[in-house]
């Protein structure tokens, strides 16, 4: 009886603790994995040769990678009842798999197939894994979600270099033998995570019905992310377009802009989660939206080195955020974490859709630069918002 009451309290005292090692081969997990998440796009200007396709055709691939995302609150609603953390430890492997495989299809139609199943691969990973993170990261939610982040952030850009590699040295077709990185990281993490768990911890007195608990968390934080990530979408999808066609720029250098862009969002997510388990989620997201949305308007009038700095800046704060949000979500319902984080992640999808079909719309009509400050003026208009989602996190009673 003795023994049994002292393994229970070692137990409670792990759930506790922020776990390194087990945060970080997960976190290392996302890396390898989100690197072939990574591969399709570098790929499209090959594949449009070897495949014949027009830029709408090419330009529709990603699509249906992405698409899959539709299906984030259903992988995540069964992690949350049958441990899906076999999802987590072979998807780097499957997504590999089939990522690699991509220069052997004949067609638009296999190829399109082909990156359907490599996105439902990518979320049967990162709707459970973040559940797992947050099982495992004690009081320190933020933190864990921040290491997360950042290693897909890392990922993003570690993925274009190594699949040039790959086709400088084999060609297109040759890429499959890249594929082993992503089995040796599932090998890994089946020997050190089988014991892991990725569904919902069982929990007393939870009296608002399900769907009240998430309209509360998820009704705020569709006015928040519709408005703030306007200035993020805007950014990552068409400043290099408006760095050539309206600032004069070589795309070698607007690329350039970008990558150091995306790789300060490495600083950023790794930054703002973990601040936000000390100065507060609410705080840390209008002090990132207010922060991104100023150094948007600088950017737009800045030239030479100063980009340096500003592109800095817009990467530790626009990208800083994610992380924040994704803890409040963990926060909020800790019983259906990942059924949560799969919701987080169709918004996430959804939003980002509609918000560069507006910014789009908008340079079409307006300009590029016009269309960047609109969106940076947009983005400060979630401020009022953020102070409606909300503040404390859910105390769970565990049953026994």
């Given at each position: ?67 899959p995302s ?189 990558a150091l ?91 980002r859709a ?47």
């Amino acid at each position: 009886m003795t023994s049994s009451a002292g393994s229970l309290h070692s137990d409670r005292k792990a759930g506790e603790r922020f776990q390194y090692p087990r945060i970080l081969l997960i976190c290392s997990g996302h890396f390898v994995h989100d690197v072939y998440s990574a591969f399709i796009p570098p790929l499209l200007p090959l594949l449009i040769e070897k495949l014949g396709l027009t830029l709408f055709l090419a330009g529709s691939l990603p699509v249906f990678m992405q698409s899959p995302s539709l299906l984030g609150p259903v992988i995540g609603f069964l992690a949350d009842r049958i441990s899906l953390r076999y999802l987590v430890i072979f998807a780097p492997a499957v997504t590999a798999t089939l990522a690699t495989l991509i220069g052997f299809m004949p067609s638009y139609a296999a190829a399109a197939l082909l990156l359907f199943c490599v996105g439902i691969s990518i979320m049967a990973f990162h709707a459970p894994a973040p559940a797992m993170i947050a099982h495992i990261s004690g009081d320190k939610v933020g933190r864990g979600m921040s290491f997360f982040m950042a290693a897909g952030e890392l990922a993003r850009s570690v993925g274009p270099l190594l699949v040039a590699f790959g086709v400088v040295n084999w060609g297109i077709e040759g890429l499959w033998r890249l594929m082993f990185f992503g089995w040796l990281a599932s090998a890994i993490l089946y020997w050190r995570l089988r014991d892991v768990p990725a569904k919902r911890t069982r929990v007393k007195g939870q009296g608002k019905p399900m769907w009240r608990r998430f309209a509360r968390v998820f009704g705020p934080l569709l006015g928040v992310m519709l408005l703030r990530n306007m200035a993020v979408s805007s950014l990552g999808i068409f400043m290099v377009v408006y760095l050539v066609d309206v600032r004069g720029y070589e795309l070698a250098l607007a690329t350039s802009a970008l990558a150091l862009y995306e790789f300060s969002g490495v600083g950023g997510a790794l930054a703002g989660g973990t601040l936000s388990d000390r100065f507060g989620r609410r705080r840390m997201v209008a002090a990132a939206a207010a922060a991104s949305a100023l150094l948007m308007l600088i950017f737009v009038h800045v030239e030479g080195l100063l980009l340096i700095p500003v592109l800095i800046g817009l990467g530790l704060t626009a990208l800083a955020v994610s992380p924040v949000l994704q803890a409040m979500v963990q926060d909020q319902l800790p019983d259906n974490r990942a059924t949560a984080n799969g919701m987080f992640m169709l918004y996430a999808f959804g939003i980002r859709a509609l918000n560069v079909m507006v910014a789009g719309a908008l340079g079409d009509a307006i300009g590029l630069q016009n269309a960047f400050i609109v969106a940076a003026l947009i983005s400060l208009l979630s401020l009022p918002l953020i102070l409606t989602l909300p503040a404390k996190p859910v105390v769970l009673h565990e049953d026994l």
